[in-house]
């Protein structure tokens, strides 16, 4: 609450100093109104808009630009909905300024290769550092790459995907704008939400913030690691809030929880158990349909965004229907893997710089997350990593390929990596690449889809364990998937149906979008190599 109040102070200092092209009475959002989501910024007029569908993605309207101040706004909205005649959508329209469409000019020509549509899409998917908006973006001091489609602003766990393109194609000084956007953001707001969006404050997404500073450092020496530092000791503060209070009666706190043998994991959480702005209509109805308090059912909505993953049958009590989700009571291999490498970069930093002591903390919790992840999320019977549910004291049952981040990460043994890599190849490679999950659930982190950082993290780590000949015919079957579609659509989209290679995808929450950052990153890394 603290830094998000520190980023408020930031927010109307500079709202003071330049403001924007607008009328006085408008001149009131910023100063008391433009930091809030904008559920809570426009109340019943916002609930009204996304109950009734007024545009059919819910993300539409809260990404729209309010023409006049919220007060205002309101005000009119209570006085003109009780005409007989009143139609709320061009009461919409004469109020708030659609979403601009940037890429709407763009023709593809595929008759250029993939690389170089790749190095064309750039330009298209830049934004430049943004100045203090009146809507629900949160500005950002330096340029950046955003996913596109529906996707106009930046994300977190995307953005290290689209890094390793930039990386291939030498665009050193985005890759450090995009991370010093992340420090600037853990340094006001105390973490990397989920996107810079007002109504994605509440949560943060995979944190890959320490893989994106450790590519900097590839391309700027370990120099650069002390610069990154405090943003990286605040990344790992923030997950790890409440971790010195967690007691035998009291096992978890936002994302910490308190293992049977002393040992501390981490969970997806979201701070507010309410309907996702952005996705509200959905996120009612799938309350509705569950016989669970709605604050518990949104919350674990909200936690399963933030894995990234959203949805997936990883977070489903019953394996298959998303009224089940429970994602807070599970503790994901793929999240304690990644904070493991937080861990690591921290040990790394502070002995970088000469500070030994505070090195040796960190190695000695990365070893202890480490044998933790061994102890709850491998099942030798089933030659597999699985996510934990702490609450039923057992793994789940769904085979996932965020199996593979303990090899990504090499927390793994070389025998386990080999029995995970055969696992991989029997189950998982289909035609177009690896599947998700096993499961067919009709949600997009489930079969059939392939999504490029899965198919990169498995690469990478399955070549960590020598695993080569498999790492290679996953790269194969994963590049000529996402060629073929380029050929035939000029595009590269968000998630491929590995199965069916006449398809672009399957199921999902919204429809295909194409643009795509890490997707993008995914290929020209893997096109790049040698």
Same mark, same amino acid.
């Given at each position: 609450?603290?830094?998000?109040?520190?980023?408020?102070?930031?927010?109307?200092?500079?709202?003071?100093?330049?403001?924007?092209?607008?009328?006085?009475?408008?001149?009131?959002?910023?100063?008391?109104?433009?930091?809030?989501?904008?559920?809570?910024?426009?109340?019943?007029?916002?609930?009204?808009?996304?109950?009734?569908?007024?545009?059919?993605?819910?993300?539409?309207?809260?990404?729209?630009?309010?023409?006049?101040?919220?007060?205002?706004?309101?005000?009119?909205?209570?006085?003109?909905?009780?005409?007989?005649?009143?139609?709320?959508?061009?009461?919409?329209?004469?109020?708030?300024?659609?979403?601009?469409?940037?890429?709407? /000019?763009?023709?593809?020509? @595929? %008759?250029?290769?993939?690389?170089?549509?790749?190095?064309?899409?750039?330009? +298209? $998917?830049? &934004?430049?550092?943004?100045?203090?908006?009146?809507?629900?973006?949160?500005?950002?001091?330096?340029?950046?790459?955003?996913?596109?489609?529906?996707?106009?602003?930046?994300?977190?766990?995307?953005?290290?995907?689209?890094?390793?393109?930039?990386?291939?194609?030498?665009?050193?000084?985005?890759?450090?704008?995009?991370?010093?956007?992340?420090?600037?953001?853990?340094?006001?707001?105390?973490?990397?939400?989920?996107?810079?969006?007002?109504?994605?404050?509440?949560?943060?997404?995979?944190?890959?913030?320490?893989?994106?500073?450790?590519?900097?450092?590839?391309?700027?020496?370990?120099?650069?690691?002390?610069?990154?530092?405090?943003?990286?000791?605040?990344?790992?503060?923030?997950?790890?809030?409440?971790?010195? /209070?967690?007691?035998?009666? @009291? %096992?978890?706190?936002?994302?910490?929880?308190?293992?049977?043998?002393?040992? +501390? $994991?981490? &969970?997806?959480?979201?701070?507010?158990?309410?309907?996702?702005?952005?996705?509200?209509?959905?996120?009612?109805?799938?309350?509705?349909?569950?016989?669970?308090?709605?604050?518990?059912?949104?919350?674990?909505?909200?936690?399963?965004?933030?894995?990234?993953?959203?949805?997936?049958?990883?977070?489903?009590?019953?394996?298959?229907?998303?009224?089940?989700?429970?994602?807070?009571?599970?503790?994901?291999?793929?999240?304690?893997?990644?904070?493991?490498?937080?861990?690591?970069?921290?040990?790394?930093?502070?002995?970088?710089?000469?500070?030994?002591?505070?090195?040796?903390?960190?190695?000695?919790?990365?070893?202890?997350?480490?044998?933790?992840?061994?102890?709850?999320?491998?099942?030798?019977?089933?030659?597999?990593?699985?996510?934990?549910?702490?609450?039923?004291?057992?793994?789940?049952?769904?085979?996932?390929?965020?199996? +593979?981040?303990?090899?990504?990460?090499?927390?793994?043994?070389?025998?386990?990596?080999?029995?995970?890599?055969?696992?991989?190849?029997?189950?998982?490679?289909?035609?177009?690449?690896?599947?998700?999950?096993?499961?067919?659930?009709?949600?997009?982190?489930?079969?059939?889809?392939?999504?490029?950082?899965?198919?990169?993290?498995?690469?990478?780590?399955?070549?960590?364990?020598?695993?080569?000949?498999?790492?290679?015919?996953?790269?194969?079957?994963?590049?000529?998937?996402?060629?073929?579609?380029?050929?035939?659509?000029?595009?590269?989209?968000?998630?491929?149906?590995?199965?069916?290679?006449?398809?672009?995808?399957?199921?999902?929450?919204?429809?295909?979008?194409?643009?795509?950052?890490?997707?993008?990153?995914?290929?020209?890394?893997?096109?790049?190599?040698?």
């Amino acid at each position: 609450m603290k830094n998000t109040l520190i980023f408020i102070t930031i927010l109307l200092f500079f709202s003071c100093r330049e403001k924007p092209n607008l009328t006085k009475a408008t001149d009131k959002i910023i100063e008391t109104k433009s930091h809030l989501s904008p559920d809570e910024r426009f109340g019943t007029l916002f609930k009204d808009v996304q109950l009734a569908a007024v545009f059919p993605d819910s993300k539409t309207f809260v990404d729209c630009t309010p023409k006049f101040s919220t007060d205002e706004i309101l005000e009119k909205y209570q006085v003109q909905k009780g005409v007989s005649n009143f139609d709320l959508k061009s009461f919409v329209l004469e109020n708030f300024e659609l979403p601009k469409q940037f890429s709407s /000019n763009f023709k593809s020509d @595929n %008759t250029r290769s993939p690389k170089e549509h790749i190095t064309s899409l750039w330009p +298209i $998917l830049t &934004r430049q550092a943004d100045s203090i908006t009146v809507g629900s973006l949160l500005p950002l001091p330096k340029p950046y790459i955003v996913p596109g489609g529906r996707f106009g602003e930046i994300y977190y766990w995307d953005s290290y995907f689209t890094i390793l393109g930039l990386q291939a194609d030498q665009k050193y000084e985005m890759i450090e704008n995009m991370a010093d956007n992340f420090a600037h953001l853990i340094n006001t707001v105390g973490h990397i939400p989920n996107g810079n969006r007002t109504y994605y404050l509440s949560r943060s997404q995979p944190p890959f913030f320490s893989l994106i500073v450790d590519v900097v450092s590839e391309i700027k020496g370990e120099n650069t690691l002390k610069k990154y530092l405090p943003a990286l000791e605040k990344e790992y503060a923030f997950w790890m809030d409440g971790n010195d /209070n967690l007691t035998v009666e @009291n %096992t978890s706190y936002r994302r910490v929880v308190l293992l049977q043998d002393g040992s +501390i $994991l981490n &969970r997806y959480w979201d701070d507010k158990p309410t309907p996702r702005p952005e996705s509200y209509k959905e996120d009612v109805a799938i309350s509705k349909e569950s016989n669970r308090p709605a604050k518990n059912v949104y919350r674990d909505i909200k936690a399963g965004a933030e894995s990234g993953w959203d949805f997936s049958s990883r977070w489903f009590a019953d394996g298959k229907t998303l009224s089940t989700i429970h994602t807070t009571e599970i503790i994901p291999v793929d999240l304690n893997s990644l904070l493991y490498h937080l861990e690591k970069m921290l040990e790394k930093s502070y002995n970088s710089i000469g500070e030994y002591e505070k090195a040796k903390k960190y190695k000695q919790k990365a070893k202890l997350r480490a044998d933790a992840i061994q102890i709850y999320c491998w099942k030798e019977e089933k030659g597999f990593y699985f996510d934990y549910d702490f609450v039923k004291k057992e793994q789940t049952s769904i085979y996932s390929l965020a199996g +593979i981040a303990p090899l990504f990460f090499e927390i793994s043994t070389p025998k386990i990596a080999k029995t995970v890599a055969k696992k991989i190849k029997s189950d998982f490679l289909k035609a177009g690449g690896l599947t998700t999950t096993l499961s067919n659930t009709n949600e997009q982190w489930d079969a059939p889809n392939g999504w490029a950082p899965l198919q990169w993290m498995a690469i990478k780590g399955l070549r960590n364990y020598q695993q080569t000949q498999l790492a290679d015919e996953i790269k194969k079957r994963w590049v000529t998937l996402n060629t073929k579609v380029y050929n035939n659509t000029g595009k590269m989209v968000e998630k491929y149906n590995v199965y069916d290679l006449s398809l672009k995808a399957g199921g999902g929450e919204y429809p295909v979008q194409d643009g795509f950052g890490w997707t993008n990153g995914v290929l020209l890394k893997l096109l790049s190599e040698k």
